[in-house]
């Protein structure tokens, strides 16, 4: 029995999903902890490309059971929608999706409220994927939330959407100078969505205490990555939950006792999506270089991400945040090419050199990098499932990297396909 929690160790986008569903086929559950459908996991087996938000990115591996835990908020409409895109591939969800009571419910308003806020934010805008997954933690913080419990009571949910729209319709008119919204409108709007959803709601930490007790393997996913941590990341410039190994008891029921191993997931490189500082950014050719060779646009919004060098001081400290006692790397093949590959060893800040990584913005900001030059290799690696076949150069680089943090690669990801990794 093991229960592993996979952790984005930068600013998302690490290949998450392709190791959930590599790993998904040896657990008996898979966990979703947090987020909402601003995430966007790509999968790719079978000559297929599947890209989840909600489901779990183990339905497709094996036979576990996929549950979307308490600390994940749910867009009703999308999670049928993306049910539906799974049943017509093939897969059946019939006795194995379940999702929780408690987690929290995405309304037309929080979206709407979402992208008006963005809006009048202008130059300071977070860059938010605007589907309404702050407001929506918002709500539930304000303890004004509607969960998905609640969907299943037409007249609890009746009630509790009147209540909030009395404070919304009033902002929206007021304040933003929209239309205002009808309980009525939202209700209709839902209705097939409930009934469609009806089936899969459950007390899932009663089943996943269920399983630790009869040694089950447990395997939870997270969303976005570490350093987009509503605590712990480069605030305010984050996520609005935690997708941390903390956050995934949170966001599950597991007690942190039961968690036996951390996974971080790190790319070769850096990335990230919207505002917010970003310590080894590249400007010019060698960033396009990247974004245009690891295909570096959104998942789920299309949007370029800003790429860069493989900052350790970062990756260290999310290491050290997580209690992360393994790694992997992924989109090494994406590394082909460089004569030199870099990577961020040291800070320096006001002049002074440090290897600890700075909760004040205004210092990340100032960050300037201080680079280890390794030499990368011509050969292709993409597609190698053997550790053997590796150049000297591309081991000497995951060597490097094991050395500086003290923690070992257990997988390495030379391509997007499930087959194409080396497992050690």
Same mark, same amino acid.
């Given at each position: 029995?093991?229960?592993?929690?996979?952790?984005?160790?930068?600013?998302?986008?690490e290949?998450?999903?392709? =190791?959930?569903?590599?790993?998904? +086929?040896q657990?008996?559950?898979?966990? @979703?902890?947090?987020?909402?459908?601003?995430?966007?996991?790509?999968?790719?087996?079978?000559?297929?490309?599947?890209?989840?938000?909600?489901?779990?990115?183990? =339905?497709?591996?094996?036979?576990?059971?996929c549950? =979307? #835990?308490?600390?994940?908020?749910? +867009?009703?409409?999308?999670?049928?929608?993306?049910?539906?895109?799974?049943?017509?591939?093939?897969?059946?969800?019939?006795? @194995?999706?379940?999702?929780?009571?408690?987690?929290?419910v995405? *309304?037309?308003?929080?979206?709407? *409220?979402?992208?008006?806020?963005?809006?009048?934010?202008?130059?300071?805008?977070?860059?938010?994927?605007? @589907?309404?997954?702050?407001?929506?933690?918002?709500?539930?913080?304000?303890?004004?939330?509607?969960?998905? =419990?609640?969907?299943?009571?037409?007249?609890?949910?009746?009630?509790?959407?009147?209540?909030?729209?009395?404070?919304?319709?009033?902002a929206?008119? !007021?304040?933003?100078?929209?239309?205002?919204?009808?309980?009525?409108?939202?209700?209709?709007?839902?209705?097939?969505?409930?009934?469609?959803?009806?089936?899969?709601?459950?007390n899932?930490? !009663?089943?996943?205490?269920?399983g630790?007790?009869?040694?089950?393997?447990?395997?939870?996913?997270?969303?976005?990555?570490?350093?987009?941590?509503?605590?712990?990341?480069?605030y305010?410039?984050?996520?609005?939950s935690?997708?941390?190994?903390?956050?995934?008891?949170?966001?599950?029921g597991?007690?942190?006792?039961?968690?036996?191993?951390?996974? #971080?997931?790190?790319?070769?490189y850096?990335t990230?999506?919207?505002?917010?500082?970003?310590?080894?950014?590249?400007?010019?050719?060698?960033g396009d270089?990247?974004?245009?060779?690891?295909?570096e646009?959104?998942?789920?919004? #299309?949007?370029?991400?800003?790429?860069?060098?493989?900052?350790?001081?970062?990756?260290?400290?999310?290491?050290?945040?997580n209690?992360? !006692?393994?790694?992997?790397?992924?989109?090494?093949?994406?590394?082909?090419?460089?004569?030199?590959i870099k990577?961020?060893?040291?800070?320096?800040?006001?002049g002074?050199?440090?290897?600890?990584f700075p909760?004040?913005l205004?210092?990340?900001?100032?960050? $300037?990098?201080?680079?280890?030059?390794?030499?990368?290799?011509?050969?292709?690696?993409?597609?190698?499932?053997?550790?053997?076949?590796?150049?000297?150069?591309?081991?000497?680089?995951? @060597?490097?990297? $094991? $050395?500086? *943090?003290?923690?070992?690669?257990?997988?390495?990801?030379?391509?997007?396909?499930?087959s194409?990794?080396?497992? *050690?």
């Open positions: 029995m093991s229960t592993r929690v996979v952790i984005g160790a930068q600013w998302g986008d290949g998450k999903g392709k =190791i959930v569903d590599l790993l998904s +086929d657990a008996d559950y898979v966990v @979703r902890f947090q987020g909402g459908a601003n995430a966007g996991h790509t999968l790719k087996f079978d000559d297929k490309k599947v890209v989840l938000h909600l489901i779990p990115s183990g =339905i497709f591996n094996g036979n576990a059971d549950v =979307i #835990g308490n600390g994940v908020v749910i +867009d009703p409409v999308a999670l049928v929608e993306e049910i539906k895109g799974v049943q017509e591939m093939g897969f059946s969800l019939e006795g @194995r999706f379940f999702i929780s009571q408690t987690a929290h995405i *309304l037309p308003y929080h979206k709407l *409220l979402d992208q008006l806020k963005e809006k009048r934010r202008g130059g300071d805008a977070i860059g938010t994927t605007g @589907r309404g997954i702050g407001p929506a933690y918002v709500s539930k913080v304000s303890r004004v939330g509607i969960r998905m =419990i609640d969907l299943l009571d037409r007249e609890i949910l009746k009630n509790k959407i009147d209540q909030n729209l009395q404070d919304i319709n009033f929206l008119e !007021n304040l933003y100078k929209e239309p205002t919204l009808k309980t009525e409108d939202l209700m209709a709007e839902l209705e097939e969505s409930i009934a469609a959803l009806e089936p899969f709601i459950c899932t930490t !009663n089943l996943l205490h269920e630790i007790n009869n040694h089950k393997n447990i395997l939870l996913e997270g969303a976005q990555g570490t350093m987009l941590d509503v605590d712990h990341g480069t305010p410039y984050v996520t609005s935690s997708p941390t190994s903390g956050g995934a008891c949170t966001g599950s597991i007690p942190p006792t039961a968690l036996d191993k951390v996974m #971080g997931i790190t790319k070769a850096c990230r999506v919207g505002n917010g500082p970003f310590p080894t950014e590249l400007h010019g050719k060698v270089e990247l974004r245009k060779k690891g295909h646009f959104g998942a789920t919004t #299309g949007r370029p991400r800003r790429c860069g060098w493989l900052d350790l001081v970062a990756l260290k400290y999310v290491v050290q945040l209690g992360m !006692n393994e790694l992997t790397l992924t989109k090494m093949d994406v590394m082909d090419g460089f004569e030199e990577v961020c060893t040291k800070y320096i800040i006001d002074k050199e440090t290897d600890v909760l004040s205004d210092d990340v900001e100032k960050v $300037e990098p201080v680079y280890t030059s390794l030499p990368g290799w011509k050969n292709s690696i993409e597609g190698l499932t053997n550790w053997d076949d590796l150049p000297a150069t591309a081991k000497s680089y995951i @060597r490097f990297i $094991e $050395e500086y *943090l003290g923690v070992k690669f257990t997988i390495i990801s030379t391509g997007p396909k499930r194409e990794t080396i497992l *050690l």
